[in-house]
C-alpha cells in the first residue's frame, strides 16, 4: 500500500499536509492516506445503523500538460456502522479514568517526548469523544491553555 | 420489510479542493475502473456513542497509468467542488402496524 504524505482528511491526525498538492498516479496498489477519526467531522447522538459512503473529485485522466483537467466523481463502497448505547461503557468513570491516566502519564509536563504527540493526540480525542460529565472533568483538569504540540481540543469541548 | 432512509448528514466537507481541475465544473462520474475504497480501522462495525471510530480511505486504479491524483490542499479555499464528502443515512426500523 502506498501512503500519499498527507495527514489524512483534512491534514488530521496531527500529520502535515506539505505534499499534498503533489499528483499520484494511481495503480492497483492502493493509495492510501492512513486512518483517520470519523468523530471530527461527524458527531452521532442517537443509536442505530447507519450507512457511510464518500465521494470526491480529486482524480483526473488528463495530464498536467493539458489546459483543462476535468475531474471524475468517484464514490466509494458503502460502509455500515452499527451505534450502541451503553451508557455503561460511556458513563464509566474508569474508563475516563483510564484515559486519564495515560494522558497524565504521557502528556503532561513541560518536556513531553515527541514520539508520545500522536499517541496523546489520540487519547486527548477519546477523551473529548467521550462527552460525558467525567471526560468533561477530565478535559478540565487538564486544559492549561498551552500548545503542546498536538490539537487536544479540550477547550473547544469546554466551551459546549 | 420496510426501511426508510433519512439523510442525517450530507456533505461534510473534509477539505479543500482542486485547483484549474473542476472548477466550476460538474465533475464526471468516473468509470468502474478506478475505485474510492472506504472501510474502518479493523474492519469493525459496531461502536459505542462516544467512542473513537477510525477510517481510512484509499484510491485504487485497475487501469495503471490511466489516473491521477491530484492534491489541492490549501489552494482553493472557499472552492465549490469539496475534495472529499461523507454522506450518512440512518436506517430505520419500520414502525409497528396498528389494525
Known amino acids: 500500500m502506498l501512503n500519499a504524505p498527507c495527514g489524512g482528511i483534512g491534514g488530521g491526525l496531527g500529520s502535515g499536509c506539505g505534499d499534498c498538492d503533489a499528483e499520484y498516479p494511481l495503480t492497483e496498489t492502493a493509495l492510501s492516506f492512513g486512518v483517520v477519526p470519523l468523530n471530527t467531522h461527524v458527531t452521532f447522538r442517537t443509536p442505530g445503523t447507519y450507512t457511510c459512503e464518500a465521494s470526491s473529485a480529486v482524480i483526473t485522466t488528463a495530464s498536467r500538460d493539458e489546459k483543462i483537467r476535468p475531474a471524475l466523481l468517484v464514490n466509494s463502497n458503502p460502509v455500515s456502522l452499527t451505534i450502541v448505547n451503553d451508557p455503561g461503557w460511556a458513563h464509566s468513570a474508569a474508563l475516563a479514568y483510564a484515559y486519564a491516566d495515560a494522558y497524565e502519564k504521557l502528556c503532561r509536563g513541560d518536556e513531553v517526548a515527541e514520539h508520545h504527540f500522536l499517541q496523546c493526540s489520540d487519547v486527548a480525542r477519546r477523551i473529548t469523544y467521550l462527552d460525558t460529565a467525567d471526560s468533561l472533568a477530565v478535559e478540565v483538569k487538564f486544559f492549561d491553555g498551552r500548545n503542546h504540540g498536538w490539537e487536544n481540543g479540550f477547550w473547544d469541548a469546554i466551551q459546549l | ?99
Open chain 2, 1 to 99: 420489510m420496510r426501511m426508510q432512509n433519512v439523510v442525517l448528514t450530507t456533505a461534510v466537507v473534509l477539505s479543500v479542493l482542486l485547483s484549474s481541475f473542476a472548477q466550476n465544473a460538474r465533475p464526471i462520474p468516473a468509470p468502474t475502473d478506478v475505485v474510492l475504497k472506504l472501510g474502518t480501522e479493523g474492519d469493525a462495525h459496531q461502536f459505542h456513542l462516544g467512542e473513537l471510530i477510525p477510517v481510512k480511505f484509499s484510491y485504487i486504479a485497475k487501469t495503471p497509468g490511466k489516473y491521477v491524483w491530484v492534491g489541492q490542499s490549501g489552494k482553493r479555499r472557499g472552492a465549490v467542488t469539496p475534495n472529499l464528502v461523507l454522506t450518512f443515512s440512518r436506517a430505520r426500523q419500520p414502525e409497528p402496524r396498528t389494525s
